[in-house]
């Protein structure tokens, strides 16, 4: 799960969105502004709004383009205060600054599962040179002496308060990182541009020597030291916004010990409790709870540095959701009737051990408050169950909400007590079957539809089910008491302004089957267009978070405007011209940052225009991309060089502009430079594999321009760079070929073995390859899983079904059933939006209408799979089949 889409979902009820548009107007309570966002900015100075940030900058002021910059952290109590004696000490002297303009934004932005290298920074000032640094940086310390502040991980503290310091950009500037995304830069001793690297680790880079203002406080950070702790840590086991995790042993006894961190004022929780005050809570409850077989023991307590810790007993064994891939029979195409029953009495063994450990916990007072699959450790043996992580647990007596939660299992707003940890066992009892409960938050009428998927694929009890729902979807202002439903909770259903789309209870669950195909598309893109905002700026349709990641993200092909309308019209449906209208007028001038790539940036949008008819647009784009600096641009498809050179050399080849056709061959040879090496290894500047960042994206260019010149060259270097990314997979038991990342095995069609089949196929198509033709046969096997985590189009079941649709693979997998059999299983990811058919995205917290994660991507999918005209993806035409 990638905790940074938590902060996205706070802003809308369906889609992922920019957390500071819930506080960017004024308002009142959390989300309303600090006093100081609302002030008007005094004579000689401007102010303007960039993401989290509110700037002010004198409007004769001169900054360098990096430098020694200062942060001020704060905490939610004192963070006004801090504010209005930095802004009062920065404003009489024309010293530029910027803040986070509201306690909701600063709180976000401290959140356990914050981005631990931007937490803490609550005010950045600017210092016009070294020597102004450590005047100002000494000043503002004297000047917040005493007040309390997050220590910024990334940073060098000045101190004991809450001044830091690090060498950073000052301006806008970006440059391609190792893995080819575009970052902040700044220039090295040599005026080249690198990665101004913001990790949650204080370093200064090789060619700035630190100020010797800095050296005292350089000394008191390396006099820190854990030599003195009667504890080793061996391993890192987990690490938040709060603190780490860590495995360990007691150095006087040689015991295993786990030791978790907590940071001071970092890492809050919904009610405000930093980690301190939560590892406490998680002591208090342990201790109460010391005994029980099911929970660890507390050995000790210390605090160091200023960090507590708290030591415990280790625990053997593995984390609920490490069992899935062992055991889970939705892994492979077509599991027996024996697999599956094996499966569900051992899922209902597991369920039954974790609800008698629950009602242990419950039997002592205590609400463990954050039940969900990694917080509950399995024995070796699959005896027995042990809960973990009690930082939330409260006493009943509390009568508390939920304050830290896993989204799949992240109890209503309803819910208190008791009932907090039997909506969790509820969700368990659907999870350990389909795991798709974090879509519960967009609408737990899902809840009914999963459980009658579950009962379709598994010889599970209806009852065992229905219990879960009834749980699930209980109004608790309305329970009277248990008596009347045998001692379970009553089934009710929320107001409907809570729980939208359509009714568990109206039978139909989904307004169309994705198979249903042309009824599926109608209902998929009149939820689309029911998405759209017609006045935001940044976005038309709402997708990935990425949209906000880079500029001009609302707009490009994987994630924003483009791509959806390539969707629509590609699958046969009307052109949506409002939608064009508004791409058309935010692309005359892109946003400076832009970056040059195909689903990121410029190119996509001049390929996307010409597509749909606006030529001229287009080709003034691409004349864009030509005129940018390619220096750094990485080789990859996504956001390189390969995707670059496909788009120019479509637009050559349609235009005849002789122009564009030889920045195509000059793609060409900026990516044939990342197959130098050992092809066994990551190549200059791919290290991933797959279509969208490996080498098979770089394939797809050969192959197209060898199509157009037919020099066999080409067909060389897109064999060369197919073999790369095939020596970076590996064969299961089962014989599925796909992605080793080290840690897993990934078969999908973005970052996996299924899209380089698809580049596969194209090269066979023009040259016989014995090794190639058995890997495909593997890579097709990968692409028949029953179950797939997420449905969408680069990392989901939509990739496999517009792949398997395509390929000119032959056997098993490739037939139109197992085409429809993927379609089919779309449904169990489906939701309903305004009555409409659509689709979760990336980590299925929020609805996405884009190409890359969403619907779109789905409607491309289903529209390969099902359309007269095959639809495709750009670069990838549909085959002659066998």
């Given amino acids: ?176 990182d190792a893995d080819g995304e575009l970052r902040p830069a700044v220039e090295n001793g040599e005026g080249k541009l690198v990665p101004d690297l913001r990790g949650p680790v204080f370093r200064i880079p090789d060619w700035v020597a630190p100020p010797a203002f800095l050296r005292p406080h350089l000394e008191a950070r390396k006099a820190m030291t854990v030599a003195d702790l009667p504890y080793t840590i061996e391993q890192a086991l987990h690490f938040s916004n709060g603190g780490g995790v860590y495995a360990g042993r007691d150095s006087r006894t040689g015991e295993k010990v786990v030791l978790k961190e907590a940071r001071p004022h970092a890492g809050l929780a919904a009610d405000g409790a930093d980690a301190v005050t939560r590892l406490k809570r998680e002591q208090d409850a342990l ?114 909400r939920q304050t830290v939660a896993n989204p799949a299992f992240v109890a209503p707003y309803d819910r208190r007590g008791f009932d907090v940890d039997r909506y969790a066992l509820a969700c368990l009892r659907l999870a350990l079957f389909i795991p798709l409960t974090s879509l519960f938050a967009v609408d737990r009428a899902k809840a009914a539809h999963l459980a009658e998927v579950v009962a379709r694929q598994f010889p599970v009890e209806r009852a065992f089910l229905d219990e879960a729902v009834a749980e699930i979807l209980r109004d608790p202002a309305s329970d009277s008491g248990l008596a009347s439903t045998g001692g379970r909770p009553a089934r ?25 195909w042309p009824r599926s598309r109608d209902s998929m893109v009149r939820a689309i267009l029911a998405s759209a905002s017609l006045d935001r700026e940044d976005r038309y349709f709402p997708g990935d978070i990425a949209q906000f990641a880079t ?55 001049a390929w996307t225009l010409n597509r749909l008819g606006h030529t001229q647009h287009a080709l003034e784009l691409a004349e864009l991309t030509l005129d940018q600096p390619w220096e750094g641009i990485p080789s990859d498809l996504h956001g390189g060089a390969a995707g670059l050179g496909l788009a120019l050399n479509d637009l050559a080849s349609q235009s005849g502009e002789s122009a564009l056709h030889t920045a195509a061959l000059r793609c ?152 429809r059999r993927q379609m089919d299983a779309l449904a169990w990811h489906a939701m309903a939006y305004q009555g409409h058919l659509a689709f979760p995205g990336e980590q299925m917290m929020r609805l996405s209408m884009d190409l890359s994660t969403g619907t779109a991507g789905a409607l491309l999918a289903l529209a390969a799979a099902s359309h007269e005209r095959p639809a495709q993806l750009p670069f990838l035409p549909p085959l002659r089949r066998p």
């Fill in 1 to 176: 799960m990638n905790k940074g889409y938590a902060v996205f979902c706070d802003a809308d009820r369906h889609f992922y969105d920019s957390p500071h548009r819930l506080s960017s107007t004024v308002g009142t309570g959390r989300q309303a502004p600090y006093e100081a966002a609302l002030r008007p900015a005094p004579a000689g100075w401007q102010q303007h709004r960039t993401g989290d940030w509110l700037a002010w900058r004198p409007l004769d002021g001169q900054l360098p383009s990096q430098g020694w910059k200062i942060h001020v952290s704060a905490c939610l109590d004192n963070a006004e205060s801090v504010l209005d004696r930095v802004m009062e000490y920065c404003v009489p002297r024309n010293i530029a600054f910027k803040f986070v303009p509201s306690r909701y934004l600063l709180h976000t932005r401290n959140a356990k599962y914050a981005d631990r290298a931007a937490s803490g920074k609550f005010i950045t000032v600017y210092p016009a040179g070294v020597l102004e640094c450590g005047t100002i940086a000494s000043e503002l310390d004297s000047l917040l002496a005493g007040e309390p502040g997050p220590y910024i991980l990334s940073d060098l503290r000045w101190g004991e308060g809450p001044v830091h310091l690090r060498y950073g950009s000052f301006t806008q500037r970006n440059c391609y």
């Fill in 492 to 516: 009710t259903v929320e107001h409907p302004a809570r729980i939208p789309g359509p009714r568990a209870d109206e039978g139909r669950y989904l307004p169309a089957e994705p198979a249903d």
């Fill in 668 to 819: 060409a040879d900026l990516a044939a430079r990342s197959l130098s090496g050992d092809p066994a290894r990551p190549g200059g500047q791919l290290p991933r594999a797959g279509l969208l960042h490996g080498a098979a994206g770089v394939a797809l260019l050969f192959v197209r321009l060898y199509e157009r010149t037919r020099d066999t060259a080409l067909l060389d270097l897109a064999a060369d760079a197919l073999r790369r990314d095939l020596a970076r997979c590996k064969v299961s038991a089962g014989g599925t070929l796909q992605v080793d990342e080290g840690w897993r095995t990934m078969p999908y069609l973005g970052a996996g073995s299924v899209g380089i089949g698809m580049v596969l196929d194209d090269y066979l198509a023009h040259r016989a390859d014995e090794e190639f033709e058995r890997a495909r046969g593997e890579i097709v096997r990968a692409a028949q899983a029953t179950f797939y985590a997420q449905p969408g189009l680069f990392r989901g079941a939509a990739g496999m079904v517009l792949y398997l649709s395509r390929t000119t693979a032959t056997g098993p997998g490739t037939e139109v059933a197992d085409v």
């Fill in 551 to 605: 500029a001009g993200g609302g707009l490009s092909f994987g994630y924003g405007a483009a791509g959806v309308l390539y969707a629509l019209d590609e699958s046969g449906a009307d052109r949506c011209g409002p939608a064009e209208e508004w791409l058309l007028l935010r692309s005359k001038q892109p946003a400076s940052g832009t970056p040059l790539g195909f689903y990121d940036g410029l190119a996509g949008l």
């Fill in 287 to 400: 201790e109460r709870l010391s005994g029980l077989r099911c929970t660890p023991e507390v050995l000790d307590s210390f605090v160091m540095g200023g960090h507590h810790f708290l030591v415990l007993e280790y625990v053997e064994g593995k984390p609920l959701n490490t069992f899935f891939a062992r055991r889970h029979p939705l892994i492979d195409p077509e599991p027996g009737a024996e697999r599956l029953a094996e499966y569900t009495a051992w899922a209902r063994r597991i369920h039954g051990l974790v609800e008698e450990a629950v009602a242990a916990v419950h039997g002592r007072g205590v609400v463990f408050n954050d039940l969900h699959l990694f917080n509950i450790m399995v024995s070796e043996d699959e005896s027995s169950v042990v809960l973990l992580d009690f930082e939330a647990a409260a006493h009943i007596d509390d009568n508390g």
